[in-house]
């Protein structure tokens, strides 16, 4: 079993993260200080930590997300975009992540007059000042950025255009989130069929709080690429007694297509989508070979990072560093990034990065077996 220090070290790619679900609790209080927000629950770190966690973890969706009035409530000034996005990328390459695509809704940032561009643009500024400070610790990262869209607005295809605008500046692509039930993909078809038409990238959220409908619709009328959640798609999958496995349609269609899951266990169990680590549907998954990857969603709320997300699946799964390598070149292959950046990172960083770990691993292995034959 890897030890946390040696799943830190390993390389990891992220696709699935929230710019507003992953500030620092002192951040959160720094900042509601200097710009003038008042409602925040406590101005104590430890305890606005616990108050986050406390309040996403009560199994639903929309409950989950309603604690993100607090960290959108800071995030309304040019500046605090500009830290926030700095720490983040500091963030996940201190917890060794090479690769990650971080996204957020620029419209939830406009109540103090910023416009879509002056967000989008405040979030690429902080990602540029936070991968310089990471690459100067000799922690280097690749940071892109995914522009969301939120269900319950209207705003869809203003925000896909305000993508597209950004995209030579390191927005990789587009998605829609926020509360899936009574939001399906299909309200969206003016944006998808905008981004599509300029061969740009799409991912949804779908098939987390909502089931095989809202999959269906996002892979095959809205053109998604890659599948939010997608722990659904699991209602499609018979396992019989015997232990045989048969597929339905649209989970064959998932997997012969290799349609990437952006999977976030913890975040599961916080919503309510998966009952326990252990029981999520991950591992089902991960053995029938879909391309499942794994993500963070809200390191915040949640109270994860990437590696204690490995770490609880090595703990429930047993999985090793050869399956958290596969999770991470399946991640790589997934990533909205060009096709060379991708290919330069999984054969310089994550390949020759596990194969070091895994020689280390063997030495210590020999050492013991040598001192216990001794
Ligand atoms: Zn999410």
């Known amino acids: 079993m890897p030890s946390l220090d040696t799943i830190r070290q390993a390389p990891k790619a992220l696709l699935h993260d929230h710019l507003d679900g992953g500030l620092r609790p002192a951040t959160v209080i ?95 500024e902080g990602f540029r000042i936070g991968k310089e400070r990471a690459a100067a610790a000799g922690r280097p990262i690749v940071m892109k950025m995914l522009v969301t869209a939120m269900r319950q607005a209207a705003r869809s295809v203003e925000v896909a255009e305000c993508a597209i605008r950004w995209r030579d500046a390191g927005v990789v692509g587009f998605d829609v989130a926020g509360p899936e039930k009574g939001y399906p993909p299909t309200r969206y078809l003016d944006a998808f069929d905008r981004i599509r038409r300029e061969n740009f990238h799409i991912t949804i959220h779908a098939g987390e709080s909502f089931g095989l409908p809202s999959i269906w619709e996002a892979l095959q009328f809205a053109g998604a690429e890659r599948l939010g959640h997608g722990v659904r798609i699991v209602d499609d999958i018979t396992v019989r007694d015997d232990g045989s496995v048969e597929l339905g349609r649209l989970a064959a269609f998932v997997r012969d297509r290799r349609v990437p899951l952006e999977m976030c266990p913890t975040s599961n169990v916080h919503t309510g989508a998966a009952t326990s680590i252990r029981e999520h549907p991950i591992d089902l998954l991960r053995r029938l070979r879909f391309r499942v990857t794994v993500n963070t969603d809200n390191r915040l709320m949640s109270g994860v990072s990437m590696s204690s997300e490995f770490a609880a699946l090595d703990a429930a799964f047993g999985i090793g560093l050869g399956e958290m390598e596969w999770l991470t070149i399946n991640a790589m292959k997934s990533a909205f990034a060009p096709f060379d950046e991708r290919l330069r990172l999984i054969n310089e960083v994550v390949k020759p990065g596990y194969a070091r770990l895994r020689a280390a691993e063997s030495r210590v292995v020999t050492n013991v077996a040598g001192a216990a034959g001794a």
Do not use: M
């Open 30 to 124: 720094d900042l509601a200080a200097e710009f003038g927000y008042h409602d925040l629950p406590t101005t104590d770190v430890e305890e606005l930590a616990v108050w986050f966690r406390r309040g996403a973890d009560r199994k639903s969706l929309e409950l989950y997300l309603e604690t993100f009035s607090h960290t959108v409530g800071v995030l309304q000034e040019r500046d605090a975009i500009i830290r926030v996005a700095a720490e983040c990328a500091e963030d996940l390459a201190a917890d060794g992540v090479s690769y990650a695509e971080v996204r957020y809704a620029p419209e939830l940032s406009t109540e103090r007059g910023l416009t879509l561009d002056e967000v989008v643009q405040a979030n690429l």
